[in-house]
């Protein structure tokens, strides 16, 4: 018996590997259980989602851009064609706007994929 957390599974390793790629930060985290970081509800605001989008390809030059011929969504692709990340410009407040999944092959079906909105949830006033 040793102390502390159990080992990271073959799994749980993969996963963390696979999250990394989409980290915006220069500085890649160990792979260790890492903690969720809380965030007051009041911080949170819709933000300027393309320039988030621009930030990250900047930052990882394994993912290509792409538009659509209608200029409607733009897909970010990683040169794997594995991970794959799609963003829909102009959406109503609770649609997706952010698709973000991953492939066990390039013409596989999806392993997972996380999905999210455009805009926060309007508070009470």
Excluded: C
């Excluded at 829909?88 to 013409?107: N, P």
């Amino acid at each position: 018996m040793r102390p502390g957390p159990a080992p990271l599974t073959d799994t749980e390793r993969v996963a963390i590997e696979a999250r990394l790629v989409f980290d915006v930060t220069a500085a890649k985290p160990e792979l260790s259980r890492l903690e969720p970081e809380i965030v007051p509800v009041y911080l949170a605001d819709a933000g300027d989602h393309d320039a988030l989008l621009n930030s990250f390809l900047d930052t990882h030059g394994e993912f290509e851009k792409w538009r659509t011929w209608s200029d409607d969504t733009t897909h970010a692709i990683h040169e794997s064609q594995t991970l794959r990340i799609e963003r829909i410009h102009e959406t109503r407040a609770h649609e997706t706007a952010w698709t973000i999944a991953a492939y066990e092959i390039a013409v596989s079906d999806r392993m997972w994929h996380l999905t999210a909105t455009g805009h926060p949830r309007p508070s009470a006033a």
